[in-house]
DNA sequence: TCGACGTATGAAGAGTTCTGCAGATGTGCA
DNA sequence: TGCACATCTGCAGAACTCTTCATACGTCGA
């Protein structure tokens, strides 16, 4: 199913096709371009990424991630299946209670470089707010 | 505009109210997250991402970024704009030409450790293919 | 000045996503 | 066993997003 770029062939022009080959050949594949992005935009959500921000510190349950997130119990839980289905948070059950927890380094690591990024900017322009 | 978090006044119960108020101490202003969304987001789109991946290495043009990503050169000129409103990427005309460039140094880290990722997950799941 | 070209834009339709509601599941306690 | 509780899930409506089509704009060459 990859498409083939088809780049030869069709009509449309290039004005460097030297530079578009290489870049070409330095892209990922379709899949692996489709799958990052799919992780992006899991953060791309205020609500989910709060959510995960919550989660950086270690595990919480349910309720007390809608309290932070100021989501309803029902969106939180709609909100974390998402997650858990792309293996970024992983849950422990303890008995009718569901601890959540971060469990994807890579989730992990871009979360925290944008909060840290987000602290430099403020402090950068303080006027924005 | 800041939502009070409400936590104290309202009837969701908490189960360690402690670390909820540590983390809320801890999560950005509102603004913040929504703005952090905002530039997941942007990532969030294959289409969008490819475009950024081509642009890591310089500037190209619409019609060549086109190519790069097999999108209609419509379409193309629909997320550079985009991409260009968030202040993400810049143009630099040359008579009918717009040569689009990455001017945005938080999201080029991202864009880069995404495809550095990618790779290394690559190396570790060879199978995934 | 005219036509071709590269790019930009607006509108519309298809598709996707998110939320709340209602009800289901499974656990703990009396 | 029966009820309360914490969480989960399916569904449907609302909201948003992305693409295409048609067209507009500014530039270049004849």
Redesign the interface.
Known sequence: MQ?P???DSCT?????PE??E???A?????????????????????R???LL??L???E??V??L???T?MSESATSHALRLLRAHRVVSVRRDGR?AYYRLDDA?VR??VD???A???HT?AIHPER?
Chains 1, 2 share one sequence.
């Open positions: 498409t770029a088809a780049i449309v022009r290039l004005v460097d530079r578009v290489a870049v070409n330095r892209m990922p594949s379709e899949q692996d371009v489709v799958d990052t992005a799919d992780v992006f935009g899991l953060l791309g959500d205020p989910r990424l709060k921000v919550a950086l510190d270690g919480l349950c309720c007390d809608a309290a932070v100021g209670m890579h690591m871009l470089l944008a909060v990024h987000t602290e403020d707010g």
